[in-house]
């Protein structure tokens, strides 16, 4: 196992009706600036449990944040932050919110030239207003997790930094119930992949760490489908189980003290930059075309997720690897989600410009060893054509 310090500050408020946490949760005295999206909060009932948990709180409200969250809508929440003196962000939304209200945060207290330094040039980050979250949509972690990720002009980066961590994040699974179908596959694929990302590399003996990760990939491939037929899907223990999945894929204990690879998503991002491809549906159409790009540098462990994921135990080593690629494509199958760049009308010549983006964006040493770099990203978007 590797070394390292592991902390995650986030309190979780988990379960029906755990919304009205946020009265005490956030502090009394506090200026506070719900900030939530394109308005389903006002559909399904989060709004009016929000405002009312925060009656005897002085609050205001910025709306708008659009899926993959955009900088100039962000940096307009600057004027009001000022004007009110606000301080303290409630995120109400998916990962675009929360990891837009990150932004947020370091932005009203930055005091560099350029906020979009944070993410361009990952400034340093000195002090940012404090965050808590009520996440209506289970896939990114982004709830109890210190990253973000931001677009501008067709560029979609990330940063990072303990202070934009949520001090709370409330997880109420009922209301998951009005997510869509697309919605809800979407932060399945994506939580599965935070998995991958962090278990299918090389072997550490990190023990605790993959089984964990075994766990909480089993349980996906157990209750996500569940979320999708129409004897189950309004099952609280359902949408709990994935909720709960969900963030611990990516509140940083799976990954403590294992290598991590994260191609998958850093490719994936040239997809949704590039083409507004939905975040995890760009994820199902690499991650395939990684497991098969890389399998001798990931022979060990891709064994040992078809033997302890899948339960294929017959065959050569070669013939696990093969059934597991081909039982993970099956589940993204089963999960309405593309595995092929084909089925998102992406052709081969396309993928110059992907590979020309992934330079421009310095996503040029990629992988649990830093060996994929332009050449080998050229191969894998090839095999997932
Ligand atoms: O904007 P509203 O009206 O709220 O609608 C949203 C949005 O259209 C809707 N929605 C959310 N909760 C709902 C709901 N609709 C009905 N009922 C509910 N309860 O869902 C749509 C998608 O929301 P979004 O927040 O974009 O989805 P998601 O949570 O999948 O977040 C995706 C973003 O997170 C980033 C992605 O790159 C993408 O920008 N990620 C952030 C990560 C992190 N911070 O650690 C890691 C991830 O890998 C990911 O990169
Ligand atoms: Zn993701």
Do not use: C
């Not at 070394?3 to 309190?11: G, V």
């Amino acid at each position: 196992m590797l070394n390292f310090s592991f902390q995650n500050t986030t309190k979780i408020h988990f379960g029906e009706g755990q919304i009205s946490a946020i009265t005490k949760a956030i502090p009394q005295d506090a200026n506070v600036l719900v900030i939530y999206g394109g308005g389903s909060i006002k559909s399904n009932g989060v709004y009016q449990q929000v405002t009312t948990a925060l009656a005897d709180h002085n609050w205001f409200e910025f709306s708008g944040i659009e899926p993959n969250p955009n900088y100039d809508t962000l940096m307009k929440s600057l004027e009001i932050i000022k004007e009110q003196k606000i301080d303290f962000l409630l995120a109400v939304g998916g990962g675009s919110v929360v990891d837009g209200v990150k932004f947020i945060a370091a932005a009203a207290k930055f005091e560099g030239q350029d906020p979009w330094d944070i993410v361009a040039k990952h400034a340093p980050i000195a002090d940012a207003l404090p965050i808590g979250a009520v996440l209506t949509l289970p896939a990114t972690g982004s709830e109890s997790n210190i990253g973000s990720v931001i677009t501008r002009d067709g560029n979609k980066l990330s940063f990072g930094h303990p202070l934009v961590r949520p001090q709370f994040a409330v997880l109420d699974p009922a209301v998951t119930l009005s997510l869509s179908d697309r919605q809800i596959s979407n932060g399945v694929v994506d939580a599965f992949v935070h998995i991958m990302e962090q278990y299918l590399t090389y072997d550490v003996n990190g023990k605790v760490q993959d089984r964990f990760s075994e766990g909480l990939l089993q349980t996906l491939v157990e209750e996500g489908p569940k979320a999708l037929v129409a004897e189950t899907n309004q099952d609280l223990d359902v949408r709990a189980n994935i909720m709960w999945s969900a963030t611990m894929a990516l509140n940083g204990l799976i990954g403590a003290g294992v290598p991590q690879d994260w191609a998958t998503h850093m490719i994936g991002h040239e997809l949704t930059a590039s083409h507004g491809i939905d975040h995890a549906r760009t994820l199902s159409i690499v991650l395939p075309a990684i497991m098969k790009v890389r399998r001798t540098q990931k022979h060990t462990k891709l064994v040992q997720f078809a033997e302890r994921v899948w339960g294929i135990t017959n065959g050569t080593d070669e013939q696990k690897i093969d059934q597991a690629i081909a039982a993970t494509e099956d589940f993204f199958t089963q999960m309405q989600v593309p595995v092929r760049l084909s089925q998102v009308d992406i052709e081969a010549p396309f993928i110059d410009t992907l590979v020309n983006a992934l330079e421009k964006h310095g996503m040029t040493t990629l992988g649990e060893h830093g060996d994929i770099d332009l050449t080998e990203s050229r191969k894998i978007l090839t095999a997932a054509l």
